[in-house]
């Protein structure tokens, strides 16, 4: 069975610094996809960055980054120059093969806040 | 614009009584999902859909029931059976035949409590 495990349940961060949560994973299936979710306050969930488990280079998606050891099992979520907008929780996911319509597995999740 | 829309925003159950969340998508896509989030929790999958009149049990499914009459919807409905059904729901589609790469889509979720 997979497992996703965020061990940093809340973090705080200065605006304009950056900060990393961190995600370990735990799958037997050679062919994974990892996912990262934005929640805000409101509820809706948020898709901000995806690594496959053969891609070769991590993920950038503007000031987004993934942090990806495949050996350590673990895709860290890297957000630069942090904004007052990105207080929010942050889900990391990961998704079976296809064969399981594509379901996926969340972490815990961490609750992050930017100060001023 | 395409999206996932789910109704209501906030819904409120009596003792014994059932009741259905709505969930609709226009994104064309094959595969539904409903996922219950309990407070500061992670979300955990109720029931999934990979196609019109198929539906497979998640973690957590008992009390729960669903169907897939269409591929645009996938009613979530809450018997009570489920003897702790306070949560925040959220539907999700995504269509994984068009890649591993694709996220789940979700909708802006049902608060449900009991009365």
């Known amino acids: 069975a997979q497992k996703i495990t965020q061990t940093q349940p809340g973090m705080f961060v200065q605006e304009k610094e950056a900060v990393t949560l961190d995600c370990t994973y735990d799958t037997s299936d050679p062919s994974y996809g990892l996912f990262w979710y934005k929640q805000p306050s409101s509820g809706e969930m948020i898709f901000l960055i995806y690594q496959g488990s053969y891609d070769q280079q991590n993920a950038t998606e503007g000031r987004y980054s993934l942090n990806f050891q495949k050996a350590r099992k673990s895709a860290n979520l890297v957000i630069s120059a942090s904004q007052l907008g990105d207080s929010a929780m942050y889900f990391c996911?990961?998704?079976?093969?296809?064969?399981?319509?594509?379901?996926?597995?969340f972490g815990d999740g961490t609750t992050l806040t930017v100060k001023p | 614009d395409g999206g996932i829309t789910q109704s209501p925003k906030y819904l409120f159950r009596k003792e014994g009584q059932n009741v259905t969340l709505s969930c609709e998508q226009n994104?064309?896509?094959?595969?539904m999902y409903w996922y219950r989030q309990d407070p500061g929790q992670g979300l955990r999958l109720i029931y999934y859909s990979q196609i019109v009149n198929d539906f497979q049990k998640g973690d957590i499914a008992e009390g729960y029931s669903v169907s897939r009459e269409k591929k645009e919807s996938f009613p979530l409905t809450v018997t009570s059976a489920q003897k702790n059904p306070t949560a925040f729901y959220l539907c999700a589609s995504s269509s994984p035949g068009t890649g591993e790469n694709q996220p789940q889509h979700f909708g802006d979720g049902t608060r449900l409590s009991i009365l």
């Open positions: 994104l064309n896509h094959d595969a």
């Open positions: 996911a990961m998704r079976e093969p296809n064969t399981n319509a594509g379901k996926s597995t």
